[in-house]
């Protein structure tokens, strides 16, 4: 069983739906990161939260609005969206955090939210 | 900026036999990690194996070995007596070990390994 908890599984909506994406991890960890992926194609980073504070933006459109409640909570906030942002959303979280380390540290995903915009 | 370059779309391998799946990088750091994940048709990233810079000893996982080769700047998969569970994506991926905005790690296209009976 993974780690790192993921709801929903999969999830409809249409362009003018809010919905949001919940990740939950109990590892104790500090980075906090989602991930887009598209099929056949390997992960985009998207967001990144070190210590409950947004760190890395990789320049993703704000239909798109991440929150960090607390250290083991990651939600993905959604509005708005397009058919082109249909793909598999992982969320993932790990000991290494921007303040470099542990170096040995590898990212813990979760299953993912299969998401399809209509 | 890093670049992981895999450079086998595909590959098969009979069940039982050993595979290597090749894993290329470049960055201009000198301290970083490499990693392997799995990736089943289900969709979880499983993480397989570490292997640092500066390690001199190539990382071990139960069946699963990392052929490190440094100057070269290669970092291949292992996977020993192949089973059909093992059939998935595999992702090589690379992180530096320095902190602030490129403490991120960078996938490469990944490779479809199938295992046949």
């Known amino acids: 069983d993974t780690e790192v908890t993921q709801t929903p599984k999969h999830l409809v909506m249409g362009m003018t739906n809010k919905k949001s994406l919940k990740c939950e991890q109990h590892?104790?960890?500090?980075?906090m990161y989602w991930y887009k992926q598209k099929a056949k194609k390997p992960p985009e980073l998207m967001f990144v939260y070190s210590y409950e504070k947004l760190s890395i933006n990789e320049s993703v459109p704000s239909r798109f609005s991440p929150e960090c409640p607390n250290s083991s909570l990651l939600n993905l906030h959604l509005h708005a969206l397009q058919p082109e942002d249909s793909a598999l959303y992982l969320c993932?979280?790990?000991?290494?955090?921007?303040?470099?380390?542990?170096?040995?540290?590898?990212?813990?995903f979760g299953n993912g939210t299969r998401l399809t915009v209509t | 900026a890093q670049k992981i370059t895999q450079t086998q779309p595909g590959m098969f391998v009979q069940e039982k036999e050993a595979v290597t799946l090749d894993c290329t990088y470049d960055t201009s750091d000198q301290s970083y990690g490499l990693f392997w994940y799995k990736q089943p048709s289900s969709g979880e990233m499983i993480f397989l194996i570490y292997q640092g810079s500066y390690d001199e000893q190539n990382a071990t996982e139960g069946r699963y070995s990392l052929n490190f080769q440094k100057a070269r700047k290669s970092a291949n998969l292992v996977i020993s007596a192949s089973q059909l569970g093992d059939s998935a994506m595999y992702f090589c991926a690379m992180r530096p070990n320095s902190g602030g905005s490129n403490y991120k790690l960078t996938f490469g296209k990944g490779t479809l390994l199938t295992v046949n009976p």
């Open positions: 993932a979280s790990s000991q290494a955090n921007l303040a470099g380390g542990p170096y040995n540290s590898p990212l813990h």
């Open positions: 590892m104790g960890h500090r980075a």
